[in-house]
């Protein structure tokens, strides 16, 4: 048996691990990183479609020039027939859809900073784990990992078989990078919750010359969701003529319908207008794969010496494209972190837990995002019962209210983040989709308050964290039931305007002077106003700041964010399908 030792030994080349070591290797060049991959590249994978996040780090990877040259399809957006009614409405990642053609392959400035890949799995994962081996990592495919020695919660080696060659590897740091697999998660005895009854299967399939929905500049589209009485299809573009069609169905309708998974997705295919006439020239590759695809957590994401990252943690419903972004992000703190455990001059349990607490948060608030989703599709006429249980003691009809309070736990503002979001969608668009689903008006808590007033009633003082250029700088936060306030930004800014009653007047003036003379750039005083209202509601929302109307004194006003910039009703797609 070979002995090796290495800094870090990281399990699974996928995204993930390649994300860990790229970084890794970017901030310490010296470090030993090796990656045990159990396959072959290149291989085909579900999970194609990005969001904007994972394009900023692609680019500090130093892999971005190198994805885009591969041409994909950049997505531009995405288009759903999901809700109250059977009409087809768009996302826009790029406001009001003003996505300018461009010659490729681009650099990523601009509007590409504002768009996403659609991905070959079987080439994008080639790209990024080539790129690790060419960025220093020791990479080994084919390779599988037959077992885990630990003395307690710390691992002391790996068994590692390669081709007739068996390795016993040793790390200071080890990272599960396996997928659901989970090799190092499942050897450590950490278990996994499912914090929800949304139990899905997917089918899917790989197809030559389908026709792109829509296409839109240089290389532009958008990837098409469309519900069904049963489920709903996915159809994303992956390349010029490749295109990856898959159907999601909750496994208990699967078991009870006695169909095979080729007899279900083809009835699927062929009963909806739109994937018909995108295929009809269309010939598949004869790839019909199937897995279980059904959100989970693990109890923890790190330990005294490894970290899980990518779905080894978690994964959350697809519905919302979120799990390349949550694998990418969840890679690159688990690689900050290990760069300030060696630099030993942070606290390495505050490192650890920082970690662990965040991204399970962060996976969390997707799961409970996309429950939210599900529960208030009313084209799903098959599945009453499955949305029923889903939405479990809350119910089908909630208010508004209830839906906030549903997929808010954790609360809505990040220890480490300046802007507040849900799921990955700004405040303002997560509020506005909620409505659009509950067919209710967008509110605001703040509209109508005279009076608001900073709330530290049982707060403890902690930290959180500026993660950039290879650092953890840590500031002041307070956390409160697992809720916290960072003292940076905009939040210190009311933090420290609100440590005495004002009232709604003398915020708005504050603001338009802190706007004016604030040293902000003209692009920061026009985005200004929606942050600070945001922020405001933000702190509303999570108990930071308490409210009250007294007589007399005028009201925050009530306003409407315009969100036709960013969702809107279809304007393409519908005309050439006129039954849709």
Wanted: with cysteine; net charge negative.
């Amino acid at each position: 048996m070979i002995e090796s030792e290495y800094d870090v030994a990281i399990i699974g080349g996928g995204p993930a691990g390649s994300t860990v070591c790229a970084l890794l290797k970017k901030y310490w060049p010296q470090a030993k990183v090796v990656i045990f991959e159990r396959e072959s590249f290149p291989r085909d994978h579900v999970g194609e479609s990005q969001l904007p996040h994972v394009s900023a780090i692609l680019d500090e990877m130093g892999v971005w020039d190198k994805v885009e040259r591969a041409g994909f399809p950049i997505k531009v957006g995405a288009t759903y027939r999901w809700g109250k009614s059977d009409r087809l409405w768009d996302f826009e990642f790029i406001q009001d859809g003003a996505f300018v053609s461009e010659a490729r392959p681009g650099k990523y400035a601009g509007q590409r900073t504002q768009t996403a890949f659609q991905v070959d799995r079987a080439l994008y994962d080639k790209i990024l784990l080539d790129h690790a081996r060419g960025q220093g990592g020791d990479v080994f495919e084919a390779a599988k990992v037959t077992s885990v020695e630990h003395a307690g919660d710390r691992i002391v080696s790996l068994t590692v078989q390669h081709k007739d060659v068996t390795q016993r590897v040793k790390a200071r740091h080890y990272v599960d990078c396996s997928g659901h697999t989970g090799v190092m998660r499942k050897a450590m005895g950490v278990e996994t919750e499912c914090p929800t009854t949304l139990q899905n299967i997917a089918i899917w399939d790989y197809w030559q010359n389908a026709e792109w929905a829509v296409s839109i500049g240089v290389g532009g589209t958008r990837v098409q969701v469309l519900s069904l009485g049963y489920g709903w299809i996915w159809f994303i573009p992956l390349g010029p003529t490749r295109t990856s069609i898959g159907l999601i169905v909750p496994a208990q309708y699967y078991k009870e319908t006695g169909l095979r998974p080729e007899e279900m997705y083809e009835r699927a295919l062929a009963s909806d207008p739109i994937i018909q006439g995108l295929t009809k020239n269309a010939v598949s590759e004869n790839k019909l794969s199937t897995t279980k695809d059904w959100s989970f957590l693990a109890e923890r994401l790190s330990g005294e010496n490894w970290f899980l990252a990518g779905e080894s943690s978690g994964f959350a419903d697809p519905i919302l494209a979120a799990g390349m972004t949550l694998a990418h992000r969840g890679a690159r703190e688990v690689a900050y972190t290990i760069l300030e455990l060696e630099r030993g001059e942070l606290d390495p349990s505050w490192l650890k837990s920082r970690y662990s607490d965040g991204h399970r948060r962060s996976i969390m608030q997707h799961i409970r995002f996309a429950d939210f989703w599900y529960t208030q599709n009313g084209l799903f006429s098959e599945l009453k019962n499955f949305t029923r249980q889903i939405a479990g003691e809350v119910g089908l009809n909630m208010t508004s209210d209830e839906a906030w309070r549903w997929f808010g736990t954790g609360g809505f503002i990040d220890h480490d983040r300046v802007a507040a979001d849900v799921a990955g969608f700004a405040l303002h668009a997560a509020k506005n989709i909620a409505s659009s689903f509950l067919g209710e008006e967008v509110e605001y808590r703040i509209s109508g308050r005279t009076h608001f007033k900073l709330n530290l009633e049982e707060a403890s003082r902690s930290w959180g964290a500026d993660v950039a250029n290879g650092r953890i700088r840590r500031h002041r936060c307070y956390t409160r039931e697992g809720q916290s306030l960072p003292m940076v930004g905009i939040w210190a800014w009311f933090a420290r305007m609100l440590g005495q009653e004002r009232t709604a007047q003398e915020i708005m003036d504050a603001a338009n002077i802190h706007r004016e003379f604030g040293g902000m750039s003209r692009e920061e005083q026009i985005r200004f106003p929606r942050e600070m209202v945001e922020a405001l509601e933000t702190l509303v929302l999570d108990g930071w700041v308490v409210t009250r109307t007294v007589e007399d004194f005028e009201p925050w006003p009530k306003f409407v964010v315009d969100c036709e910039g960013f969702m809107h009703l279809n304007r393409d797609i519908a005309l050439r399908f006129s039954n849709c």
